[in-house]
């Protein structure tokens, strides 16, 4: 149930960030609200359902975005190794927002580097007020959406308890 | 283990919230099965070190983009019913008891000011799109931007037409302010436009006063003309068009004007910025021209 639940807001986030998040105006940067999902699953989730969650959402990220696969993908799974290795002290809710701001930066600092090492001839231009406004972004995006999978993950928690107790 | 608290008070969110993925477990009485959520990543895994570094279009492309592409169609029409919704009704909330009325009534004409603007506007659009779709042979096709690129360092956008409607790989997309871009990548409904101010994108072109060639790539924003030799004739606001040496986009097509011209002191040639015709952050709507095909399917 966790897992089903949580692939659907996976979707509902891919669509969101490439038909909502574009249509903000510049000055206000640009979220990356899969990476929001992303910490969560490292963070707050089962091992298992984190790494599905975010395997789903690397490689649709992944599709999406331009023209060379890989970069997006191992950096999301990077970032996912990174946050799991330390989840223990990191696994309180108020972390989440400042995680997501740094996870942005590391996350655009690797796919600059890895399409830099791709395409040598055609590296994009790293703007640092865009990538310190998305990290900004994405931390304030965080706060609501941590309450947000929080929430739907203590709901389902809460079922399966009242399923399991019914059961015995 | 750690034993974590099972709710925190949350400072930062001023309100109290749950501190642990998993609450104090019961004692199981059945093992968990976690096989299949193992075999499903072990499966995503496969899919995903398949595609890296790849650049064609492989059944988890295409799936990806198909199912992505459901979901924002739906966002696209829920976005536009949204809009109506909030131009006819929710302007009318704030008006004020005493003259109520008469703002009604100001706020009824505005909104068909508004509503009329925004037909004429769009009239506007289809017209000159319409104008150049019949100057171009053979027709070419009317798709709608439907969702855009998740990062920062690139540029494409998915349309809502695929290879049932005769889209396929390299067709140029261009508006009637100039070229947008090219397909890179086709599913059956929709497909990825390459927009040509991504770093990937190099066009083959000319000055359309001097006849002067170069290359014009993308850098985000805006485009930079490459391998223009310096002393050759390439001033500011110079109009740079398509040379069609390459056979991909047909001859003479807008991209730019010419912003800035630095011929340096090292290096052979001179930088040539240019800025793009085509407004990338307004695109509703782009023609795909049917060309020759010179990809492989």
């Given amino acids: 149930m966790l897992f089903c639940v949580f692939i659907i807001l996976a979707y509902v986030v891919l669509v969101l960030q490439t038909t909502l998040v574009p249509l903000l105006p510049p000055w206000a940067g640009r979220p990356d609200l899969p990476l929001v999902l992303l910490v969560h699953a490292a963070i707050r989730l089962p091992t298992a359902t984190g790494l599905a969650v975010t395997l789903l959402v690397a490689i649709g990220v992944d599709i999406l975005a331009g023209v060379h696969t890989g970069p997006a993908a191992l950096a999301y799974l990077a970032l996912f190794a990174i946050l799991r290795s330390a989840s223990g002290p990191l696994a309180l809710a108020p972390h989440q927002p400042m995680l997501a701001g740094l996870g942005t930066l590391l996350v655009n600092l690797a796919i600059y580097l890895g399409s830099a090492i791709l395409t040598p001839g055609d590296t994009p231009v790293w703007a640092w007020r865009q990538v310190l406004l998305g990290a900004l972004t994405t931390g304030v995006c965080a706060l609501p959406l941590t309450m947000l999978f929080d929430d739907c993950a203590a709901w389902i928690r809460r079922r399966q308890r009242l399923k399991r107790q019914s059961a015995t | ?297």
């Fill in chain 2, 1 to 297: 283990m750690q034993a974590r608290p099972d709710r925190i008070a949350c400072p930062m969110l001023s309100l109290s919230c749950s501190s642990t993925p998993m609450p104090m477990r019961r004692k199981r009485t059945h093992p968990p099965r976690r096989w299949p959520r193992i075999l499903l990543g072990l499966f995503l895994a496969i899919l995903l070190l398949a595609t890296v570094g790849s650049r064609e279009s492989s059944l988890s492309r295409i799936l990806t983009l198909e199912g992505v592409g459901v979901g924002q169609r739906l966002f696209h029409w829920m976005g536009e019913a949204a809009a109506g919704v909030w131009d006819r009704y929710i302007a009318l909330v704030r008006v004020r008891e005493e003259n109520k009325r008469l703002r009604a009534e100001i706020d009824r004409l505005r909104q068909e000011l508004a509503a009329n603007r925004e037909a004429a506007n769009t009239a506007l659009l289809l017209r000159r799109l319409l104008q150049f779709r019949e100057t171009i042979q053979p027709p070419p096709i009317t798709a709608t931007v439907i969702g855009r690129d998740p990062s920062l360092f690139s540029a494409t956008m998915i349309v809502d037409r695929g290879a049932t409607d005769d889209v396929f790989l390299g067709m140029p997309a261009v508006t009637a302010e100039g070229v947008v871009g090219q397909v890179v990548e086709v599913a059956p409904r929709v497909a990825k436009v390459l927009l040509a101010t991504d770093p990937n994108s190099a066009i083959d072109v000319l000055d359309q006063r001097s006849r002067v060639q170069g290359i014009l790539k993308g850098n985000g924003q805006n485009y930079i003309m490459e391998y223009v030799l310096k002393g050759t004739d390439v001033q500011k606001d110079d109009i740079i068009v398509t040379s069609g040496m390459n056979g991909l986009f047909p001859k003479g097509l807008v991209l730019g004007v010419v912003s800035k011209v630095i011929q340096g002191q090292r290096g052979m040639f001179q930088q040539i910025f240019v800025r793009p015709a085509v407004d990338f952050h307004q695109l509703e709507a782009v023609l795909l021209i049917p060309t020759e095909r010179l990809f492989p399917e």
